[in-house]
């Protein structure tokens, strides 16, 4: 299914890994628990109504109603959800009834049934099923998906019964069930919205867009969708940006998502006509290629205007602009007083700080940007020096927060940045590069657009 790549400096993490919902719902909140906040379950929001400063919502906790206060209100509750439609957005596409399955995760026995493989037996044009191993819910887990056009999938998801005699059927060896965790009916919906926000309410995730899951961009749109807009919405709370920063969520993310709707319709109507749901994924759906260089607030002075290219972007190692991802870069060396010790860019970037990165020949070369940056408050915005391996005589008295030596050369490599050349890059807490700028008026021009009053 996916092309084995080695990892390489610029990107670490090149195996891709199945993973249920089950599993990275327990790690995001685990993670979320670190910030002292907790997911409240069994809360149902029914409704909410905005005011000029705030919002009021109306929450269901165990059939008793309750309102509660609030300044925003992120709607990630899936496309099911209500808060698209409280904030009146739209939702137009498709629904596809030629792609109908019956899914769901169960535990059985095939004799021989070798786990280190994802079955598939039968036709999708007839009858068919897919096993995929999965120990997240025991040893003898599968994920199961099964296409049957001449059955009524409706029925066939509320019979337990009928679901383990097609599998048995299709299945060419003996199978011993032991139950069934989950089942649920899936059909095709290719739709988004026409804006992510409305005042202070927000849409992430399947509440803003669905698609075919060919091509398995749903989740990780979701999470960039709320990367992007975290960031910015953070600010504007903390009174550092303006709130006409949250207008570039829409701006930034909607042809992405349109993108990726075309990108998936397509793998899908191949998929239908070939009947092969396991298509060969191309290293675009890695989905490394996304770039916001289309965005009123990107700041680029090196680049110069070539062919426009899409959302989803080109893999041209040749070309970094502002807009693209920032990749990382092993084995720099940072300079400390009495000692020193390897980092990576990845290990540097924090997701609520702009990272300036000044790529230089030596530590003074940065001075008067790092000067310049004197204006911004240093709980959002960190800075690093980044001298090349050739740099001598290097001193860590800076003020900069990190001195670092370019040790293996990976970071000017990826970075395009030639020797001797002052190369100044803002990367943006989501990952993001905001400026690629000569010095510290190129960065001034950048933080204008994101900061209040600088
Ligand atoms: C068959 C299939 C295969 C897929 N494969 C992949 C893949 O390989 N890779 C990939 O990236 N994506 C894949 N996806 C897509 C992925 O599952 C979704 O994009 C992702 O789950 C969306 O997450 P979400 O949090 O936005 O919405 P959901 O997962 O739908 O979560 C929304 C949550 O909000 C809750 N909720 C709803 N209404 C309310 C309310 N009023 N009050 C309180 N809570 C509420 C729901 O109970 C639910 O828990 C696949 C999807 C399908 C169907």
Redesign the pocket.
Known sequence: MVPHIEPNPTIPFHVPK?IG?QLLDVILRRHLEKFSCSVEMG????SFEQFDKGVTAVLAKNGILETFDTKWVIG???????ARKQLGLTFLGETRDDVR?V?GDIRLHGVGLDRTYWHRFGSFKTRAVSLRPTDEVGEDGWQF?IAAPDIDLTKLAQSEELIMEIIASLVPTKVTFNKIIWVSE?RANIRMVNKLSEGRGFV????AHVHS?TG???????IQDAFNLGWKLALVEKGLANKSLLETYSAERLPVISEMLDKTTTILNQAVKTENMVTTRSPILFMLGINYRFSSIVVDEFSTPGKPINAYGMLDDDRLEAGDRAPDAPNILQMRRGESDAKTLFGLYRPSYHTVLVFTSSVAGATPILGALEAYAKSVVQSAVILPSSATGITVASPADFVLVDQGGHAYSAYLVEAGQTKVFVIRPDGVIGAVVHGAEGMKKYFSGIFLGV
Not at 43 to 46: G, I, P, V
Request: hydrophobic share 40%; glycine share 20%.
């Open positions: 199945l919902q809360t149902e929001l029914r990630a509750d899936g496309a099911k959800g209500i399955m899914m998906v899936f992430v995730g399947d509440a899951p398995g961009q749903g989740l990780n749109s979701g």
